[in-house]
């Protein structure tokens, strides 16, 4: 596959390691993977590993620096330097940013860089509360143009019932359909 993917992370610092395994996987399967991270990502060690270890990790991977700054994320769209950005995780902070037009982080500059030259995107929502304040969000995107979702599901509908997480193991299957420009189904998974 020739296609250049933009692989962007945000702040759901638990999903970072099933992140992580599938940038590998879309780069063993032949794409191109830019790595994105907004500055928290970038720059916040957590109980789930040191920021500079999955950077370090991510452009060993990619053999691409990432990028994790507003102006470095702005030349994506004018160099078309992406045929598909994935945010994977997408948090509920983002969500949010996305469908009101808030461009504050190297994430959404690229979504945003990236959409204005009509490029698709696809989400993969990490959030404790995808169907409580995020759930408005969610609905706004699945009706905006070149914005797409990875299938997703309820994580743990009795502890944490408003949380929904994205199917990670599904994005280089969502990958391609995308490109056609297709939303894989169904979108919410039991």
Excluded: W
Excluded at 11 to 34: H, P, W
Excluded at 72 to 78: K, L, S, Y
């Amino acid at each position: 596959m020739n296609a250049t993917i933009g692989f962007a992370m945000c702040g759901s610092f638990c999903t970072f390691s099933r992140a992580v395994a599938q940038i590998e996987r879309l780069k063993d399967e032949g794409y191109n993977v830019i790595p994105i991270m907004s500055e928290t990502a970038a720059g916040v060690d957590t109980r789930f590993g040191a920021a500079r270890d999955y950077i370090d990790r991510i452009e060993k991977i990619t053999g691409n620096n990432v990028i994790s700054s507003i102006r470095g994320a702005e030349p994506i769209g004018p160099k078309k330097m992406c045929d598909l950005i994935i945010v994977a995780p997408c948090t509920g902070n983002t969500l949010a940013k996305l469908a009101l037009g808030i461009t504050d982080s190297a994430v959404t500059m690229a979504v945003k860089s990236h959409l204005r030259i009509n490029r698709p995107t696809l989400l993969c929502v990490a959030s404790n509360d995808g169907l409580g304040a995020s759930a408005q969000n969610i609905g706004r995107l699945l009706n905006t143009k070149n914005i797409f979702f990875v299938p997703m599901s309820q994580d743990d509908y009795v502890n944490k019932p408003k949380s929904l997480v994205g199917h990670f193991e599904l994005i280089p299957e969502c990958v391609e359909k995308v490109l056609k420009g297709v939303q894989p189904q169904p979108i919410f998974r039991g």
